[in-house]
């Protein structure tokens, strides 16, 4: 996995050290987390809090640990001691009830904001129109937003969508974008991609509950 990373990264002119591979742990069961703290990988991508929650804190020496799926208002607070990195800053609401929290604890994890650049209506993200305004309002509250993040929508091909999250980031100066799965992840390098997130490709199929 590492050796495709980095030679989409040189086919694209780039180093191999500006892309981080995200494991993608949702729904793993530990043997295979373990096997692959084992191998190295030290960043790991989950989708809930309640799943981080019980899996990783006696596993958090070294390892940086990012939340990529959807985060409620209500589970905030214990987001931001769980995670080094949320990805999915969406809505204003979230925006808000993260600055008070953020200045509550004295600590802020780094921020990315999803673009729904396909703007599908069951997705959670910022509509791309409406994203400029987003991450300035973020910037006001003094939200700690480093990048973007997007999922494409999965019967499309995805160079669009990628090209289109480089482009706003670029416009508002964030370099950082969270793009490209176990499908399309060498794509997303090609468009620019800082880390890509993998599950499936690298652990293989999720075992059944």
Same mark, same amino acid.
């Given at each position: 996995?590492?050796?495709?990373i =980095?030679?989409?990264?040189?086919?694209a002119?780039?180093?191999?050290?500006?892309?981080?591979?995200?494991a993608?742990?949702k729904?793993q069961p530990d043997?295979?987390?373990?096997a692959?703290?084992?191998?190295?990988?030290?960043?790991?991508?989950?989708?809930?809090v309640q799943?981080a929650?019980?899996r990783?804190p006696p596993r958090?020496?070294?390892v940086?640990?990012?939340?990529?799926?959807?985060?409620?208002t209500?589970k905030?607070?214990e987001a931001l =001691?769980?995670?080094?990195?949320?990805?999915?800053?969406d809505?204003?609401?979230?925006a808000?009830?993260? =600055?008070d929290e953020?200045q509550?604890a004295?600590?802020a994890?780094?921020?990315?904001?999803?673009?729904?650049t396909?703007?599908e209506?069951?997705?959670a993200g910022?509509?791309?129109?409406?994203a400029?305004?987003?991450?300035?309002a973020c910037?006001?509250?003094?939200?700690p937003?480093e990048?973007?993040?997007?999922?494409?929508?999965e019967?499309?091909?995805?160079e669009r969508?990628?090209?289109l999250l480089?482009?706003i980031?670029?416009?508002?100066?964030?370099a950082?974008?969270?793009m490209?799965?176990?499908a399309?992840?060498e794509?997303?390098?090609r468009?620019g991609?800082t880390s890509?997130?993998v599950g499936?490709a690298l652990?293989g199929?999720?075992?059944?509950r």
């Amino acid at each position: 996995m590492l050796d495709r990373i =980095a030679a989409a990264a040189r086919e694209a002119g780039r180093d191999p050290g500006d892309v981080t591979l995200v494991a993608v742990s949702k729904q793993q069961p530990d043997e295979r987390i373990e096997a692959m703290l084992a191998a190295g990988q030290r960043v790991f991508g989950e989708n809930r809090v309640q799943e981080a929650r019980v899996r990783w804190p006696p596993r958090r020496a070294g390892v940086e640990l990012r939340l990529i799926g959807p985060l409620q208002t209500n589970k905030a607070r214990e987001a931001l =001691a769980l995670f080094d990195v949320i990805e999915t800053l969406d809505r204003e609401s979230l925006a808000r009830t993260l =600055a008070d929290e953020i200045q509550r604890a004295g600590a802020a994890p780094r921020l990315m904001v999803q673009v729904n650049t396909g703007e599908e209506p069951q997705k959670a993200g910022v509509r791309p129109p409406q994203a400029d305004a987003f991450i300035a309002a973020c910037r006001a509250r003094d939200l700690p937003v480093e990048g973007l993040m997007c999922i494409p929508p999965e019967l499309e091909p995805p160079e669009r969508h990628f090209t289109l999250l480089a482009k706003i980031a670029g416009r508002n100066g964030l370099a950082k974008l969270s793009m490209g799965m176990s499908a399309d992840y060498e794509v997303a390098i090609r468009c620019g991609a800082t880390s890509v997130r993998v599950g499936s490709a690298l652990f293989g199929g999720r075992v059944p509950r």
